[in-house]
């Protein structure tokens, strides 16, 4: 019997660090409840800063909430889809859709509120990962918090790519001619 403590401890290290499963879980239905913007960065803030050392840095630092609006952009496509719905589906049912192509899940057979919590823990996961990435950045700038939520797409969530690489419009300018919008400088 007194072998089976440092056998267990022993299996405990050699496993790595056990990832806390109760706060991904917690922050996933957290996120399902979040019902505006503010609640959705708050969320997304909290799973950053539950990301170890480099996490709990990042979220300290300027590039948490670079983190966050980028975070929030490439994820929009999930959160509000753009495109005409098919006849007699709901938006939820094409944002589930649309987020599990995005994170390449198999969601068939999974009841829609299960859909949508699988969802939610892979936002969850993609936050964490892009908190990782994050804490290595030189300078907290819009550009290290992109190339953080690109190399944590590449690692979660390859359909969000497309996304994460179109760069947001700074500035620009546009006319009207001939009852069609010319964009100028972009």
Excluded: Y
């Excluded at 089976?4 to 409840?33: I, M, N, W």
């Excluded at 049912?93 to 198999?106: D, K, P, Y």
């Excluded at 994050?134 to 190339?147: F, H, I, K, L, T």
């Amino acid at each position: 019997m007194t072998n089976a403590a440092p056998r267990a401890q022993a299996q405990q290290f050699e496993a790595g660090p056990l990832s806390d499963e109760s706060a991904d879980l917690a922050l996933a239905a957290e996120l399902l409840e979040a019902s505006d913007p503010a609640d959705l960065r708050r969320v997304l803030s909290r799973a950053i800063a539950g990301a170890g050392v480099l996490g709990a840095r990042v979220a300290r630092s300027p590039m948490g909430p670079l983190l966050v609006a980028e975070l929030l952009r490439a994820v929009q496509p999930i959160l509000t889809p753009q495109r005409r719905l098919p006849h007699g589906a709901s938006a939820k049912t094409v944002s589930i859709n649309l987020g599990a192509r995005m994170f390449g899940l198999e969601l068939e057979g999974l009841s829609p509120e299960d859909k949508e919590f699988v969802l939610a823990r892979q936002l969850v996961r993609l936050a964490d990962e892009a908190a990782r990435h994050a804490g290595n950045a030189r300078s907290a700038s819009p550009q290290s918090a992109r190339a953080a939520v690109q190399a944590a797409a590449r690692q979660i969530a390859p359909g969000l790519l497309p996304h994460v690489h179109a760069q947001p419009a700074q500035q620009g300018r546009w006319t009207r001619q001939a009852g069609r919008l010319v964009l100028h400088d972009c």
